[in-house]
């Protein structure tokens, strides 16, 4: 029996699978039984209400999980699935509450990952006996509130025994988690962003021609209305080292290099050219340094982070992203992290 088949024995049977997507790895059961819905809760921790994402096999099926969809939710299909998209729409009958998170919304996306896309395939085709719907709940495969895994070894380390199975598809290619898309107020609404993620903005206007409108600013819920549903991902505090980590200006980057020598704190910086690289030479031992483009920040994000937590530090000084548009994304799950570090 392959990996695939025992995958797919074991989602039929109710149990957990951790199998990697292009964002991060995903804690996947059985999207359509509440049974094995409810071993995802148990195993990260994670409190009731919070809904998960239901990954799919193709767009083909989405009309058995979503109603009232709107065009431009084809259209996005068309753009970015399968990949590192999410899309909130009005849930069909029958989706089960415990995805949900009791709301009238799912999210639903399609990986780009071949193994994920391998194992919801065969896993969509086989015969199962809580409805035919072909979906998996995959939320990242770690304690909830804690860093997302994007490797292997990051699932086993944080859930251990819990999975079933592991299925390794090596270090995830995006590394942070996908873009959250809000289309369930109908097509005469605009699509709101609820996450930040690789798919822009930007990238959407130049697909659809349609703006995203932005009900509040990432990390923090002041600007949020009774109509923005709960989503993945989306509390202050999330993402989170088990160290206490505090983000620095790159400005005071040198002082932080400075305070680092000869005590257990640890530096998460980005790295710069050579001209730009005051001080940087003096405390390798105790920095790690990421890329300097935001997408090869975001594949080694977490991995840095997991490294430095198992330091046994007593600070993460991690210097924090440009501001600019193409690091949105990076900057939102720095302060999450930032926020919720340290936390038991």
Same mark, same amino acid.
């Given at each position: 029996?392959?990996?695939?088949?025992?995958?797919v024995?074991?989602l039929?049977?109710?149990?957990?699978?951790?199998?990697?997507?292009?964002?991060?790895?995903?804690?996947?059961?059985?999207?359509?039984?509440?049974v094995?819905?409810?071993?995802?809760?148990?195993a990260?921790?994670?409190p009731a209400?919070h809904?998960?994402?239901?990954?799919?096999?193709?767009?083909?099926?989405?009309?058995?999980?979503?109603?009232?969809i709107?065009?431009?939710a084809?259209?996005?299909?068309?753009?970015?699935?399968?990949?590192?998209?999410?899309?909130?729409?009005?849930r069909?009958?029958g989706?089960?509450?415990?995805?949900?998170?009791?709301?009238?919304?799912?999210?639903?996306?399609?990986?780009?990952?071949? $193994?994920? $896309?391998?194992?919801?395939?065969?896993?969509?085709?086989?015969?199962?006996?809580?409805?035919?719907?072909?979906?998996?709940?995959?939320?990242s495969?770690?304690?909830?509130?804690?860093?997302?895994p994007?490797?292997?070894?990051?699932?086993?380390?944080d859930?251990?025994?819990?999975?079933? $199975?592991?299925?390794?598809?090596?270090?995830?290619?995006v590394?942070i988690?996908?873009?959250?898309?809000?289309?369930?107020?109908?097509?005469?609404?605009p699509?709101?962003?609820?996450r930040?993620?690789?798919?822009t903005p930007?990238?959407?206007?130049?697909?659809?021609?349609?703006?995203?409108?932005?009900?509040?600013?990432?990390s923090?819920?002041?600007?949020?209305?009774?109509?923005?549903?709960?989503?993945?991902?989306?509390?202050d505090?999330?993402?989170?080292?088990?160290?206490?980590m505090?983000?620095?200006?790159?400005e005071?980057l040198?002082?932080?290099?400075?305070?680092?020598?000869?005590?257990?704190?640890?530096?998460?910086a980005?790295?710069?050219?050579?001209?730009?690289?005051?001080?940087?030479?003096a405390?390798?031992?105790s920095?790690?340094?990421?890329?300097?483009?935001?997408?090869?920040?975001?594949?080694?994000?977490?991995d840095?982070?997991?490294?430095?937590?198992?330091?046994?530090?007593?600070?993460?000084?991690?210097?924090?992203?440009?501001?600019?548009?193409?690091?949105?994304?990076?900057?939102?799950?720095?302060?999450r992290?930032?926020?919720?570090?340290?936390?038991?």
């Open positions: 029996m392959s990996n695939i088949d025992t995958a024995a074991l039929r049977a109710g149990q957990l699978v951790a199998l990697p997507t292009e964002t991060v790895y995903g804690l996947a059961a059985d999207a359509a039984d509440p094995a819905v409810s071993r995802i809760f148990r990260k921790g994670r209400d809904p998960l994402i239901v990954h799919l096999p193709g767009a083909d099926w989405l009309e058995r999980w979503a109603v009232n709107p065009p431009l084809w259209e996005l299909a068309e753009a970015f699935w399968p990949g590192p998209l999410t899309l909130i729409l009005q069909a009958p989706v089960p509450d415990a995805v949900t998170g009791g709301q009238d919304t799912v999210g639903i996306r399609i990986p780009a990952h071949p $193994l994920a $896309l391998e194992v919801l395939r065969a896993f969509a085709a086989s015969e199962h006996g809580v409805g035919p719907r072909g979906g998996l709940a995959a939320p495969a770690n304690r909830f509130g804690r860093l997302s994007t490797t292997a070894e990051h699932v086993r380390t859930l251990g025994d819990a999975v079933s $199975l592991i299925l390794d598809g090596g270090p995830c290619p590394g988690e996908s873009t959250i898309i809000d289309l369930s107020r109908g097509s005469e609404a699509p709101r962003l609820l930040p993620g690789r798919v930007a990238m959407i206007a130049s697909a659809t021609g349609i703006d995203v409108e932005l009900p509040f600013l990432p923090t819920h002041a600007n949020a209305t009774a109509s923005t549903p709960r989503v993945s991902g989306s509390l505090a999330h993402y989170a080292p088990r160290t206490p505090r983000l620095v200006a790159r005071n040198d002082a932080a290099l400075t305070e680092a020598q000869g005590t257990h704190s640890r530096v998460l980005l790295r710069r050219l050579p001209c730009d690289a005051k001080g940087s030479d405390t390798s031992a920095t790690f340094w990421l890329p300097a483009d935001a997408e090869g920040v975001a594949r080694a994000l977490y840095a982070l997991h490294q430095l937590d198992a330091q046994n530090a007593e600070l993460i000084l991690a210097e924090a992203v440009p501001e600019s548009a193409e690091w949105v994304a990076i900057a939102d799950r720095l302060r992290a930032a926020c919720g570090a340290g936390r038991s």
